[in-house]
Nanobody, 123 residues
Framework: VQLQASGGGLVQPGESLRLSCAASGTIFSLATMGWFRQAPGKEREFVAAINWNGGRIYNADSVKGRFTISRDNAKNTVALQMNSVKPEDTAVYYC?????????????????WGQGTLVTVSS
């Protein structure tokens, strides 16, 4: 399984950005998909996760009400819609996947990782 994240860039505070993660092959078997981020000098942190059919979603407190995770199994993609971004959202964003059913919030629980895409929030 290979994951390819894209969509990062420079955005101003308060604006929106949409990240996408494309998985090679079918992602139907990838029961849990997630997004993590790592800011400069900080540890990687959980952002959001979604279960196999999109029926369960979990967001970190820091992004609740602003970010939305979604998946399209027919297109083998997972997206992270980022609204009302803040400077503290600046980080490299990684998509991750695992075949374990449920919602996984720890990075160590994921077997597959994308290469990361940089999001910079600055005026």
């Amino acid at each position: 399984v290979q994951l390819q994240a894209s969509g990062g860039g420079l955005v101003q505070p308060g604006e929106s950005l949409r990240l996408s993660c494309a998985a090679s092959g079918t992602i139907f078997s990838l029961a849990t998909m997630g997004w993590f981020r790592q800011a400069p000098g900080k540890e990687r942190e959980f952002v959001a996760a979604i279960n196999w059919n999109g029926g369960r979603i979990y967001n970190a407190d820091s992004v609740k009400g602003r970010f939305t995770i979604s998946r399209d199994n027919a297109k083998n993609t997972v997206a992270l819609q980022m609204n009302s971004v803040k400077p503290e959202d600046t980080a490299v964003y990684y998509c991750a996947a695992d075949k374990t059913y449920g919602i996984l919030t720890r990075g160590s629980e994921y077997d597959y990782w994308g290469q990361g895409t940089l999001v910079t929030v600055s005026s």
